[in-house]
């Protein structure tokens, strides 16, 4: 049974950073999809960056420059490193996974995505 528990979230000033954490079980992590989703109050979900099982990664243009994703396949653990964050960036993220997608389909078609995290909460003041 897949399982994707993320960490990290918190409350930050605008210009500050964060690193939120997928912890990824029951399956063989290291050739999936996975990505970081976010939703916002009263909008849709929306994909922020996602990697493939051999590295390839995207973003959405609204964070490129400015957020990292990673992962650490020894530790079946994806990351992403948030930097210079704005008020706008405030929503809850969601780490998601798949067995079959690419970056450049899953991260603007999330309905496609197999596996979704709790979810964990990002708020930037300003």
């Known amino acids: 049974q897949v399982q994707l528990v993320e960490s990290g979230g918190g409350s930050v000033q605008a210009g500050g950073s964060l690193r939120l954490s997928c912890a990824a079980y029951?399956?063989?992590?290291?050739?999936?999809?996975m990505g970081w989703f976010r939703q916002a109050p009263g909008k849709e979900r929306e994909g922020v960056a996602a990697?493939?099982?051999?590295?390839?990664?995207k973003y959405a243009d609204s964070v490129k420059g400015r957020f990292t994703i990673s992962k650490d396949d020894a530790k079946n653990t994806l990351y992403l490193q948030m930097n210079d964050l704005k008020p706008e960036d405030t929503a809850i993220y969601y780490c998601a996974a798949d067995p079959h997608c690419s970056v450049g389909y899953c991260l603007a078609a999330r309905d496609k995505v197999a596996y979704w995290g709790q979810g964990t909460q990002v708020t930037v003041s300003s």
């Open positions: 990697i493939e099982g051999a590295g390839a990664t």
């Open positions: 029951g399956y063989t992590y290291y050739t999936y999809f």
